[in-house]
């Protein structure tokens, strides 16, 4: 989750509903400005008794934010408490109960996305060792529950806290004990945005069933593959989903902004604090009608800050997020890039994608949504099928888009390498789930302690 570091206060006012399109217009840009950006999240937990460290105690989260200035990294503070740092690699933050995220800087190709993750989890491990830190690479914690875990000290996720209860079950669970692969992803025109929107959106569960990875809940199987995902479909469901009106005539930014009026805020973002607004409305803040603050009317950057407040399979600001993946290790990290990138960068294989694709009807597509993080890849395809039928199909399309780029790195590779996790997934018919199913219910003897060794990074 996005990191205020200012209050904006000069920032001017929305004036009309073109400064409500204009962050989606400004994401437009010609190809060879496309960039990649990749978001991961790790847990953090104490070697010597597997337990989350808090943010304040000796070699907890706050000392391992600040191990950082070793390797060129610059605290972000709010209200006196570090809460990220920032770098050449993009930025380091934390999510609710101190799951520790990079969000990466936009690359140019996925050598470099790879060479980035490399360092950070180089860095991350040295400053674990000198600590007694781990990480763990899923997408749920499979042995916490919500009250063993500690709470980070920032504004926007004391007034989420308070306010998931009220609209889901799970909500808590989200932000308290998941984490994610993401990847984010330009497009060059509102045409292009539309139909890279479609295929992702269309395609999210199959990244789900691929990266499944989330089997285990407070130390036994909780029968799913991503509970992640299932966390999902009782979480907001004013914020969450599968958006059908992306695939209706005429979408485009305007009917994306229609949406997010749509959304119920959270907060407002002033003088370095956090002003709870939650459940009230955008729109009542554009009249000046807003309860949190009575006669002012937004600025642009409370927009770009509502826009980050909403959590469908894709979303979109200034452009486009993957959001179904599970967290996990660093091979997985690489390959969820390599996916997107492969679909999305290059037409030929977009195109590809869109017809298989493209006769889903909704009805279908939320059926697939709704048992992927069950069943994985023989979640039900629309119109027949399985996940599982079109896995190496898709695979092979992504493969052709990622050679069809020809980025190549100092050996003479292209990005067609990052995707063999992936490959070796739908060859085995196993996911990563399923496989650490078969170890808790066979090598291991139900000792979920073992998951420890066999998933850090």
């Keep these: 989750m996005s990191t205020r570091q200012v209050s904006d206060s000069n920032d001017p006012l929305i004036e009309s509903r073109d400064d409500l399109v204009a962050p989606m217009q400004r994401g437009e840009k010609p190809r060879d400005r496309w960039r990649i950006g990749t978001e991961h999240e790790k847990f953090v937990y104490r070697t010597a008794d597997h337990a989350a460290p808090s943010y304040d105690e000796p070699g907890g989260i ?24 920032s770098g050449p690699d993009g930025a380091v933050s934390l999510e609710p109960a101190g799951q520790l995220e990079l969000s990466g800087a936009p690359l140019e190709n996925l050598h470099q996305t790879c060479a980035e993750t490399g360092r950070h989890l180089a860095q991350v491990k040295a400053i674990g060792e000198r600590f007694g830190l781990g990480y763990l690479g899923m997408g749920l914690w499979p042995d916490k529950t919500r009250e063993a875990l500690p709470i980070m000290p920032k504004g926007r996720y004391a007034i989420m806290l308070q306010h998931m209860p009220r609209v ?136 770009v800050d509502h826009l980050s407040t909403a959590f469908p399979e894709v979303r979109l600001k200034s452009f486009l997020e993957m959001r179904g993946a599970d967290g996990g290790p660093w091979n997985r990290i690489c390959a969820l890039p390599a996916l997107w990138v492969g679909l999305l960068y290059d037409q030929g294989a977009l195109d590809a994608a869109w017809d298989l694709v493209k006769g889903w009807d909704m009805d279908g597509r939320e059926r697939l949504r709704s048992s992927v993080p069950e ?77 420890y060794a066999a998933k850090s990074f």
């Excluded at 706050?62 to 740092?85: C, N, Q």
């Excluded at 285990?216 to 479909?233: A, C, D, V």
């Excluded at 949406?259 to 002033?270: G, Q, S």
């Excluded at 709870?276 to 642009?300: M, W």
């Design 62 to 85: 706050r000392d391992l934010l600040m191990a950082l200035t070793d390797y060129g990294w610059e605290p972000i503070e709010e209200g006196g408490k570090v809460i990220a740092m």
């Design 168 to 303: 889901g079950t799970m909500g808590l669970d989200m932000m308290l004990r998941t984490c994610t692969i993401q990847t984010n992803l330009d497009y060059s025109s509102e045409a292009d945005m539309a139909q890279k929107f479609r295929v992702s959106l269309a395609l999210q569960p199959l990244a789900t069933a691929l990266f499944a990875n989330s089997p285990f809940l407070e130390g036994k199987p909780n029968g799913y593959l991503s509970y992640r995902s299932h966390i999902w479909s009782d979480t907001d469901p004013a914020r969450t989903g599968m958006l059908p009106f992306v695939f209706e005539d005429g979408f485009g930014y305007e009917r994306y902004v229609d949406y997010m009026l749509d959304v119920p805020m959270y907060f407002v973002y002033r003088d370095g604090k956090y002003i709870d607004a939650a459940g009230q409305s955008f729109r009542d803040f554009l009249d000046g009608r807003l309860p949190a603050l009575p006669g002012e009317k937004p600025r642009k950057s409370d927009w």
């Design 375 to 451: 069943l994985g890849l023989d979640a039900p395809l629309p119109g027949g099928g399985t996940l599982r039928d079109i896995a190496a199909h898709v695979l092979d399309i992504a493969r052709g888009g990622l050679a069809a780029r020809g980025r190549l790195n100092g050996a003479g590779d292209n990005e067609t390498g990052y995707l063999q996790p992936l490959d070796e997934i739908v060859a085995s018919g196993k996911t990563s789930a399923e496989r650490l199913l078969d170890l808790y219910n066979g090598e291991w003897g139900g000792d979920l302690t073992k998951i």
